[in-house]
Nanobody
C-alpha cells in the first residue's frame, strides 16, 4: 500500500522561509511525478509545483521565483523550499505522487504566514 507523508509545515512571519518534505513509500515502482498542491479555506485545491522524472519542473505563477521543488536525497522523496512567504501562501499543503499506476495524496501539512 502506497503511503505519502508530508512534514515541515508551521507558522512563519511574512518574508520568512519554510521547507516542506514529502516521502512516498510502499510503491513497487518509482514515482515518476511528484508535486505540491495547496488549499486555502474556502478555495479549491491548486497546483503549487511539480517535478517529473528527467527533472522538468512546473510552478504556479504566484510562486515562481520564490518556491523551489527538488528531489530530497532518496528516490520517491521531494521537497519544497518556500522563500519570501506571503500571507496569501497560507494553506494546507498536500503532496501528490504518481507512479503510472495510480495517484496518491498525503494528509496535508498546514502552512500559516502571519502579516
Amino acid at each position: 500500500q502506497v503511503r505519502v507523508v508530508e512534514s515541515g509545515g508551521g507558522l512563519v512571519q511574512a518574508g520568512g522561509s519554510l521547507r516542506l518534505s514529502c516521502a512516498a513509500s510502499g510503491s513497487m515502482f518509482v514515482m515518476n511525478a511528484m508535486g505540491w498542491y495547496r488549499q486555502a479555506p474556502g478555495k479549491q485545491r491548486e497546483l503549487v509545483a511539480t517535478l517529473i522524472s528527467g527533472g522538468n519542473t512546473n510552478y504556479a505563477d504566484s510562486v515562481k521565483g520564490r518556491f523551489t521543488i527538488f528531489r530530497d536525497n532518496a528516490k520517491n522523496t521531494v521537497a519544497l523550499q518556500m522563500n519570501s512567504l506571503k500571507p496569501d501562501d497560507t494553506a494546507v499543503y498536500y503532496c501528490n505522487a504518481q507512479n503510472g499506476i495510480g495517484s496518491y495524496w498525503g494528509q496535508g501539512t498546514q502552512v500559516t504566514v502571519s502579516s
